[in-house]
């Protein structure tokens, strides 16, 4: 069988294009990493935040005066989550709770507001779940 230019020519260009493909598979998968959010719809978040949110503080030593009170936050969509929680400490401090959760990132994170000061500022995980992700 005798290879003329024109097969040649073909065949490494028909090469060429299946490379490419590979190589934007291999840097799609890399840019956009395998990891998923942990709370993937809003109502996990929101779900979640209050607990997690409450052993983050217990393992700061400040204790709640009883469970967080959790809510949507403005302006959230599937794409980008966007959950609250408030309440007091026991010593009648007021905690404010605001968690964010970016599709596109694949990110979560965590600001958490004791007496209008910065306990916890934009964490990517709160309390267990910070645990799970070392182990």
Do not use: F
């Not at 490419?20 to 809003?42: F, W």
């Not at 997690?52 to 959790?70: H, P, V």
């Amino acid at each position: 069988m005798e290879i003329t230019r024109k097969k040649g020519t073909a065949l490494g260009i028909a090469g060429l294009a299946v490379l490419g493909v590979v190589a934007a598979a291999i840097a799609y998968v890399l840019l956009t990493g395998s990891k998923e959010l942990r709370y993937p719809t809003q109502s996990a978040l929101r779900g979640a935040l209050g607990a997690t949110a409450a052993d983050e503080l217990r393992g700061r030593g400040i204790r709640l005066q009883k469970a967080l009170s959790c809510h949507d936050l403005p302006g959230w969509t599937k794409l980008k989550l966007r959950a609250g929680c408030s309440g007091s400490t026991a010593d009648k401090k007021t905690v404010q709770v605001i968690a964010t959760g970016e599709d596109e990132t694949r990110e979560h994170h965590y600001t958490i507001l004791v007496d209008g000061r910065p306990v916890v500022e934009n964490a990517r995980c709160l309390g267990a779940d910070c645990d799970e992700k070392a182990g």
